[in-house]
């Protein structure tokens, strides 16, 4: 994993969003008129199961980080709003279809859609969100930002086919989910910041640095919301503690548990993985168990290791209350597990 930089602890506990939301406020109102725009449709059951989603409370920090990232390089069209909303609806349709993948009952405190609606209404929204983000993409004119987000859109779907053939498979190594996560989670997050480079005409140095600071932050994002599973609580996570491992989820905390186990502590994985003996007892004794193997801790380094390197990626750019409100959301992406 290379070395392991830690985030300054003085930020750990105070940092906020509040910095990003200030800065894209006036932006985001547009983007969620728009937003609202094209989720509606004349099929009833589109708008329904769109707003569901799009109004469970979600902080909307992949749309901010285009706006901001758009700002960072002087953009002053119109352009960037059709983008982010283009990237929440990437990541709406992603949550629509990957709680269909992982059967999950509750997304952000509520029912998942395909609970009330069904699995096969939550795919064909999800797919409706998908052509309406593109119709976007092609509206804003720009070659380089579709190449970027449609590039994004199938890493996503690759990841989401990965995470099938390793899932519930306890011989899945740290670099095998690291694989999968990379294409989940910080496909979006990358593109989500290089396309506001992109369409300010930015250097290809610029871009180069949002896409690697999208990257890392995603990859950290994802490592925080590991850990979230196992030492958070309901009202946080938007789910129950626990659901990944009730789910048979391969995370990094039980890849590391797993590995680092005697043989009797891996024939408890195998069994609460594999074959699906995860009750509220094997639960606590999976808790114990990462807490032993030091699972947790270590996740926590790496989640700090690639916000160090997402810090480093922006470091050369000049600085703007943009490029502040995105080192920001590092810190606040890290601090969720303190």
Not at 59 to 68: E, G
Request: proline letters at 3%.
């Amino acid at each position: 994993m290379g070395v392991v930089i830690p985030l300054e602890d003085k930020n750990k506990n105070t940092a906020s969003v509040k910095p990003l939301l200030d800065l894209t406020k006036s932006d985001m109102g547009r983007v969620n008129q728009l937003i609202l725009s094209k989720a509606g449709s004349n099929v009833e059951m589109i708008p329904e199961i769109a707003n569901h989603l799009i109004s469970s409370g979600g902080k909307r920090l992949r749309p901010m980080m285009t706006l901001a990232a758009a700002t960072m390089f002087g953009y002053d069209g119109a352009s960037h709003i059709k983008l982010a909303t283009s990237v929440e609806f990437m990541h709406t349709a992603t949550l629509l279809h990957d709680d269909v993948v992982d059967e999950s009952d509750l997304r952000r405190g509520k029912s998942t859609a395909r609970m009330i609606w069904g699995n096969q209404a939550s795919v064909l929204v999800g797919d409706f969100l998908l052509g309406q983000a593109f119709k976007m993409m092609v509206e804003v004119g720009s070659l380089d930002a579709l190449d970027v987000l449609s590039n994004a859109a199938s890493i996503i779907a690759e990841g989401e086919v990965l995470q099938l053939s390793v899932a519930k498979n306890m011989e899945t190594t740290e670099d095998d989910y690291l694989s999968v996560i990379r294409a989940k989670t910080a496909a979006l997050f990358s593109a989500a910041a290089e396309v506001g480079p992109i369409i300010a005409d930015a250097s290809k140095a610029d871009r180069d640095a949002l896409r690697s600071y999208g990257t890392n932050l995603g990859l950290a994002f994802q490592l925080v919301d590991d850990v979230l599973d196992y030492n958070g609580d309901a009202q946080n996570l938007g789910k129950n503690v626990g659901d990944d491992f009730r789910e048979g989820k391969i995370t990094l905390p039980v890849v590391l548990s797993y590995r680092r186990g005697n043989d009797a502590d891996r024939q408890f994985w195998r069994s609460a993985i594999e074959n699906g003996n995860n009750d509220d007892e094997a639960l606590a004794r999976a808790m114990s168990l990462i807490s032993q193997t030091n699972a947790l801790s270590d996740t926590i380094a790496r989640a700090e290791h690639y916000g160090a390197i997402a810090r480093d990626a922006l470091a050369p750019l000049p600085d703007s209350p943009a490029k502040a409100a995105l080192l920001e959301v590092i810190d606040f992406c890290i601090s969720r597990i303190h």
